[in-house]
């Protein structure tokens, strides 16, 4: 397979950053090192710094999760809104122990960092959040959840992920993500609308 664009390079290489730096410790000489790429190039690529390097980055990591949701739902074993949230869960657990408990979601470093003074970043969370949401609440809605409580519970879902991450890496321990599929688990599922899923 080729190697990336320099350009694709810099924007993934900031979302990794930011996931164990956070924006502050994010320097655009890390960002040109750790994508391997010519230092000239940040300047080519990015004429408005890091500010347009970092809301690409967040904006690529919103990409990213969305497409996590959408593979992970076409692959489910157990296809319900218990069984999609648990498997959304599951990619973090793998990730958090793989990584050591090292990096956490960019998109929550992002807005811990500078939602109080960065207002184009701060909106670039913001759609990255809902680009997020949308093909959960599409799954739920395929998995029979009417389509406004299936939004609803698309922001549950993640709000509740996300805090069960930033647990797990303060706990070094996956536990957090356990306890919320469980408790959550039977929530979900009985959002179903059996009749609405019967005539699907």
């Known amino acids: 397979m080729a190697e990336r664009p320099a350009r694709e390079r810099m924007v993934f290489s900031a979302a990794q950053l930011l996931r164990t730096h956070g924006v ?18 940040l300047q080519h690529y990015f004429p408005r710094g890091k500010d347009q390097l970092l809301a690409e980055a967040v904006d690529w990591a919103g990409g990213y999760a969305a497409r996590r949701v959408r593979r992970g739902f076409e692959s489910l074993d157990e296809p319900t809104p218990g069984g999609l949230f648990a498997a959304m869960a599951a990619q973090w657990r793998d990730e958090l122990i793989e990584r050591d408990y090292d990096g956490g979601c960019p998109l929550v470093a992002t807005v811990a960092d500078a939602a109080a003074v960065n207002e184009p970043l701060r909106e670039a969370v ?11 609440a599409e799954a739920l809605s395929q998995l029979g959840v009417p389509p406004d409580r299936a939004a609803s519970l698309a922001v549950l879902m993640i709000s509740t992920l996300e805090g069960a991450v930033v647990l797990a890496r303060a706990h070094q321990d996956v536990g957090p993500l356990d306890v919320v599929v469980e408790e959550l ?3 979900l ?6 009749r609405r899923r019967r005539s699907a």
Do not use: E, I, N, Y
């Open 24 to 41: 502050g410790g994010t320097g655009m000489r890390d960002v040109v090192a750790h994508a391997g790429a010519p230092r000239g190039s």
């Open 189 to 194: 599922d009985g959002a179903v609308d059996k």
């Open 126 to 136: 913001s759609s990255a959040f809902t680009g997020w949401q949308r093909p959960v």
């Open 185 to 187: 688990r039977p929530l």
